[in-house]
Nanobody, 118 residues
Framework: QVHLVESGGGMVQTGGSLRLSCAVS????????FGWFRQPPGKERTSIAT????????SYTDSVRGRFTISRDNSKNTVYLQMDNLKPEDTAVYYC???????????WGQGTQVTVSS
């Protein structure tokens, strides 16, 4: 059973940067595709970025495209989310998720809080 642990969240001012990490254990890392999701206060959790099993394909929601970058290091069993030019509306709990080939994301981390102050 794969296990995900996010880290790297915190408080930053508008325009700042953070890099989130998702450490993966308990599974065959390169057999999973991964995604980052976020849940702002009082709102639903939504997908913001995904990456394929070998990292050749990525996708982003419109609100973060050009500011956020998802990547994976298969040698370190870690998925990253580089977040630049952060805005107050990026404030949320950020979650890492894993999915097996052909399946939806089914395993989630505990989340990490990101707060962007104006």
């Amino acid at each position: 059973q794969v296990h995900l642990v996010e880290s790297g969240g915190g408080m930053v001012q508008t325009g700042g940067s953070l890099r989130l990490s998702c450490a993966v254990s308990g599974g065959t890392f390169d057999s999973y595709h991964f995604g980052w999701f976020r849940q702002p206060p009082g709102k639903e959790r939504t997908s913001i970025a995904t990456i394929s099993r070998i990292g050749t394909a990525t996708s982003y929601t419109d609100s973060v495209r050009g500011r956020f970058t998802i990547s994976r290091d298969n040698s370190k069993n870690t998925v990253y989310l580089q977040m630049d030019n952060l805005k107050p509306e990026d404030t949320a709990v950020y979650y890492c998720a894993a999915g097996e080939p052909g399946q939806r994301f089914g395993t989630w981390g505990q989340g990490t809080q990101v707060t962007v102050s104006s």
